[in-house]
Structures are given as C-alpha cells and as structure tokens.
C-alpha cells in the first residue's frame, strides 16, 4: 500500500507558513509527517515457506523423532526486524519565506522539486501584504528592530501615500519593460505590454507589477504589493523609504505571502493538515492546474524570446539605477 500512496505524492503542494517558523522547519515536519504516514500502513502478510520440524513420531510409544514439513512465515520483511520500509523522502521547498514573514510557501515531493524549478524559471509574480508603522525608524526596519528615531506623521494624508505608490508602480513598470528584453516597436510586444504579461527573462532586482494601499489610518497603513524577485527584507525596505518620501519615518509590522503563482491563501494547507492524506489530496487537486500554468508560461516564455530586439544587449546601469525615479535611496533594488 506504501508504494501506491508514494506515487500519488509527487507533485506541488502549498503550506501556510505562520510568521517565527523557520522554512526548514517546516519543511523537515512535512517530510516527518509524510513518512509517518507512510509506515503507519499496514503491512502485508509474510510470505510463507516450508521448514522440516523436529518433532516425535505420532503413535509411537518409543521416543522416535521425525521430520515434518511445516509452512512457517517469513520474518525477514517483517517491520520489527527490517525496520521502517520509507526512511527518506525528496522534499524542496520553491520561493522562501523568513523568518519573520507568513503566509504561502510551496512545496514539491519526488519528482515535483523538478516542477519547482520550472515555476523559478517562469519568473511568476507574487501577491503580499504588508503593514507599515509610521513614526519611526529601526535598524532592520522592522517594527521590533533596535529603534533609531522617532518622528512625526501629521501632514502624511492618504492622497500623499497613494501618490507616492502610483511613482513607484509607473517607475518599476519602465523597468520591467528594460529587463524583459522586448523590442517594443512590434505589435506582439505591445499586446503584451497591455496585457500586463510581460517577463524578465533573467533574473533582475525586485520588480513591482503593482502597488496599492488597502487601509489607511494612521499611524498604520497596509499595503498591497504584486512583485517578483523580491526578498522579504527588500519589501521591508519599501516601507522603510516609502516613509521617508513622505518626509516621516516608517517601519514594517507585518510581511504576509498571499499568493506565489498560482497558488493562494485557499490553496495554503495549516498545521494541522500537514499529514499524508491532506498532502496527496492537495497534489492531486493541483496537478492539472499546475500543469496548464507551466505550459501556458513556458509558450509565453518562448514568444517572448522571439520578440527580442535583434541587437538588444543588457544595460550598462546599476540594476537600482532605472528606479531612482521616485527615491534617491533606490529602495527599489534592494
């Protein structure tokens, strides 16, 4: 029976990650979990074989011994002697998530640690929220970080934040055109363009698809951030020199994963499903939808490809230097 849940286990999955645990401990309890599920199966029955027995002759008032065949099981399978039959099991872990950051973290089993690799590979955006805590400023600019000042945040208004946030979305748009190598003079490109699909090819510094505040009621504010490659600290960052333009200071309480490609929040399993049948039933469930997004990026991946400008070549600029449109301090690029 092991044998057969295994091989409904390789794939891609999604865990909720809750904000102190650390990725590799998440990930040792999953595989914990899995392979406590699959030796907790029952085993099959030994095999039989036959065995001459010693034994006194039927009948016999004389003490005559005889051999007798005898079908006696097999204790080599046995789990007592042979010990657990699974005692590894490949498990990888995609886009990471810190320490101090929750929310979606995505996992492979056997052979989907290759899927994890390819959704790398497909330079997928990621959707996050995170709060901000105006009037002061950390060393780690978290909001439990070694204070450094303290500030004001009376002039700071809802329209000044969500101006700011519209320079910072039209400054990384320009820069996801710059990284993503497309020549811009063709029709195919532009379509992209507006479609809101195109893609570095490579890997770049962070780059936000969008930005937006979500709750405004200061000192707090949350925002709403659709990037890729990004770090948890970067966007930490953000905060931190979002509230230097608006003349404050600002620090991040709260960095929350809600969605990493396509996998969101409702796909995240808890803690608490974090056993063998939840696993496989969750690989199952995204199996065929992981497989159309692959497929359907990787056509999108080689389209792009064909739009390359025929003499393009990368720019010579610092890669924080096309985001210095809105902050001197190019929090942008990490």
Same mark, same amino acid.
């Given at each position: 029976?092991?044998?057969?849940?295994?091989?409904?286990? $390789?794939?891609?999955?999604?865990?909720?990650?809750?904000?102190?645990?650390?990725?590799?401990?998440?990930?040792?309890?999953?595989?914990? %979990?899995?392979?406590?599920?699959?030796?907790?199966?029952?085993?099959?029955?030994?095999? %039989?074989?036959?065995?001459?027995?010693?034994?006194?002759?039927?009948?016999?008032?004389?003490?005559?011994?005889? =051999?007798?065949?005898?079908?006696?099981?097999? #204790?080599?399978?046995?789990?007592?002697?042979?010990?657990?039959?699974?005692? +590894?099991?490949?498990?990888?872990?995609?886009?990471? #998530?810190?320490?101090?950051?929750?929310?979606?973290?995505?996992?492979?089993?056997?052979?989907?640690?290759?899927?994890?690799?390819?959704? /790398?590979?497909?330079?997928?955006? !990621?959707?996050?929220?995170?709060?901000?805590?105006?009037?002061?400023?950390?060393?780690?600019?978290?909001?439990?970080?070694?204070?450094?000042?303290?500030?004001?945040?009376?002039?700071?208004?809802?329209?000044?934040?969500?101006?700011?946030?519209?320079?910072?979305?039209?400054?990384?748009?320009?820069?996801?055109?710059?990284?993503?190598? =497309?020549?811009?003079?063709?029709?195919?490109? /532009?379509?992209?363009?507006?479609?809101?699909?195109?893609?570095?090819?490579? !890997?770049?510094?962070?780059?936000?698809?969008?930005?937006?505040?979500? $709750?405004?009621?200061?000192?707090?504010?949350? =925002?709403?951030?659709?990037?890729?490659?990004?770090?948890?600290?970067?966007?930490?960052?953000?905060?931190?020199?979002?509230?230097?333009?608006?003349?404050?200071?600002?620090?991040? +309480?709260?960095?929350?994963?809600?969605?990493?490609?396509?996998?969101?929040?409702?796909?995240?399993? =808890?803690?608490?499903?974090?056993?063998? /049948?939840?696993?496989?039933?969750?690989?199952?469930?995204?199996?065929?939808?992981?497989?159309?997004?692959?497929? !359907?990026?990787?056509?999108?991946?080689?389209?792009?490809?064909? #739009?390359?400008?025929?003499?393009?070549?990368?720019?010579?600029?610092?890669?924080?230097?096309?985001?210095?449109?809105?902050?001197?301090?190019?929090?942008?690029?990490?």
């Amino acid at each position: 029976m092991g044998s057969a849940v295994l091989a409904r286990l $390789h794939g891609l999955f999604a865990a909720y990650k809750p904000p102190g645990l650390n990725w590799k401990h998440l990930r040792d309890t999953v595989e914990l %979990q899995l392979l406590k599920g699959l030796n907790a199966g029952k085993p099959p029955a030994p095999e %039989q074989r036959v065995r001459f027995l010693v034994g006194p002759v039927e009948g016999s008032e004389e003490k005559e011994l005889t =051999l007798t065949a005898t079908s006696v099981p097999t #204790l080599t399978n046995h789990p007592l002697v042979r010990g657990p039959a699974f005692t +590894s099991l490949k498990v990888g872990v995609g886009h990471r #998530l810190d320490v101090q950051a929750s929310g979606v973290l995505v996992l492979g089993v056997g052979h989907g640690c290759s899927l994890l690799t390819d959704m /790398y590979n497909a330079h997928l955006t !990621k959707d996050y929220t995170v709060r901000g805590l105006l009037g002061k400023a950390t060393d780690d600019f978290c909001e439990d970080g070694r204070l450094v000042e303290k500030t004001t945040y009376d002039h700071v208004t809802r329209e000044k934040l969500d101006r700011i946030l519209a320079l910072i979305q039209g400054s990384h748009q320009k820069a996801l055109v710059t990284y993503s190598n =497309l020549d811009l003079q063709t029709q195919e490109a /532009y379509e992209m363009a507006v479609r809101g699909s195109i893609r570095p090819m490579n !890997k770049s510094p962070m780059l936000i698809t969008g930005i937006r505040c979500l $709750h405004f009621a200061p000192p707090e504010f949350l =925002l709403e951030v659709q990037c890729m490659h990004e770090t948890q600290k970067q966007l930490r960052r953000l905060v931190h020199e979002i509230g230097l333009e608006l003349k404050t200071t600002a620090v991040c +309480s709260q960095v929350r994963r809600t969605r990493d490609g396509f996998f969101t929040l409702d796909d995240a399993l =808890l803690r608490t499903h974090w056993d063998l /049948y939840s696993i496989q039933d969750a690989i199952q469930a995204a199996a065929p939808r992981v497989a159309a997004e692959l497929e !359907k990026n990787l056509r999108l991946g080689l389209g792009t490809q064909q #739009l390359h400008g025929p003499g393009w070549q990368w720019d010579n600029e610092e890669p924080g230097s096309a985001l210095k449109g809105w902050t001197a301090g190019g929090a942008a690029g990490g």
